[in-house]
């Protein structure tokens, strides 16, 4: 019997922490619905423009 209450302490004490813990780790889950507002909130990178170096690299690094 006093093995069963010191293991339902021992848990209870634990308990806190690791509910605190699950809502530290769910909160930017949760968060993630109401930051979507629209198409209106999403940054985008300016398109980049094409050099065509990319082919003269790779076949100069081949023959090296």
């Known amino acids: 019997m006093n093995s069963i209450a010191e ?3 021992a848990v209870l004490k634990l308990l ?3 509910m605190l813990i699950l809502m530290l780790l769910a ?3 949760l968060a993630v ?3 979507r507002t629209g198409t209106g909130s999403t940054i985008e990178a ?3 423009k094409k050099n065509g ?3 003269v690299l790779l076949v100069s ?3 090296g």
């Open 7 to 9: 293991n339902t302490v």
């Open 16 to 18: 806190p922490r690791a």
């Open 27 to 29: 909160a930017p889950v």
């Open 33 to 35: 619905p109401m930051m």
């Open 46 to 48: 300016p398109a980049l």
């Open 53 to 55: 170096i990319g082919l």
């Open 61 to 63: 690094l081949q023959r």
